[in-house]
């Protein structure tokens, strides 16, 4: 794993301004494994591990792209392990975005727009896997993109933010509703 990746992961979560308890302990949790700990960067690094998604939202901020994820039969943001090669959160994030809906999108170069920390566990259908310490970054995309389906997904479809699936994962309304707090801040 580059150095590049590593240092953008400490950044990230260095530089996470929390808004509240639930914000400040994922980030003393993150500081543990990335600022003060061993970096468990790769998905071989032990039970708990790096990986990066995109919360895509419309301009409108109405709407979500979720996928339905294989595995896991749940709907969720795009997103995954880290690779060799990727550059930073954000890039990983973005190369996950490309490689589970085809759309392309570019990095900042004031980073991401608003980004969450999430350490969530895994079912035992993940293997040896047993939590993701997730950065989740916001990303704007028009509704009118033309997305595709993965290997690793079974749909591709945008959500009412306010109407989300059943099957949804763990978590992902939580992490939508703060990340859309947090966009709608910067506007």
């Known amino acids: 794993m580059s150095d590049a990746v590593t240092r953008s992961m400490s950044n990230l979560v260095r530089n996470f301004s929390p808004r509240d308890d639930a914000e400040r302990a994922a980030q003393e949790d993150f500081a543990s494994f990335f600022v003060h700990g061993e970096s468990p960067m790769w998905r071989e690094s032990g039970p708990d591990h790096a990986?990066?998604?995109?919360?895509?939202?419309?301009?409108?901020?109405r709407d979500t792209l979720?996928?339905?994820?294989?595995k896991g039969q749940?709907?969720?943001q795009p997103g995954g392990h880290l690779e060799e090669g990727d550059e930073s959160i954000e890039a990983a994030a973005l190369r996950e975005l490309r490689e589970e809906t085809g759309l392309r999108l570019?990095?900042?170069?004031?980073g991401p727009l608003a980004y969450d920390l999430d350490h969530h566990a895994l079912s035992a259908s993940f293997g040896r896997c047993a939590s993701?310490?997730?950065?989740?970054?916001?990303?704007i995309v028009d509704r009118d993109a033309e997305i595709t389906v993965s290997d690793e997904s079974e749909d591709v479809?945008?959500?009412p933010v306010d109407a989300l699936p059943a099957?949804?994962?763990n978590g992902v309304q939580r992490r939508i509703d703060a990340l859309l707090t947090?966009?709608?801040g910067r506007a």
């Open 51 to 61: 990986t990066a998604s995109c919360v895509v939202l419309d301009p409108t901020l």
């Open 66 to 70: 979720l996928v339905f994820h294989a």
């Open 74 to 76: 749940f709907w969720v």
């Open 106 to 110: 570019d990095a900042r170069d004031d």
């Open 132 to 139: 993701h310490l997730d950065v989740g970054i916001a990303v």
């Open 157 to 159: 479809r945008w959500w």
């Open 167 to 169: 099957e949804l994962a």
């Open 182 to 184: 947090r966009v709608r």
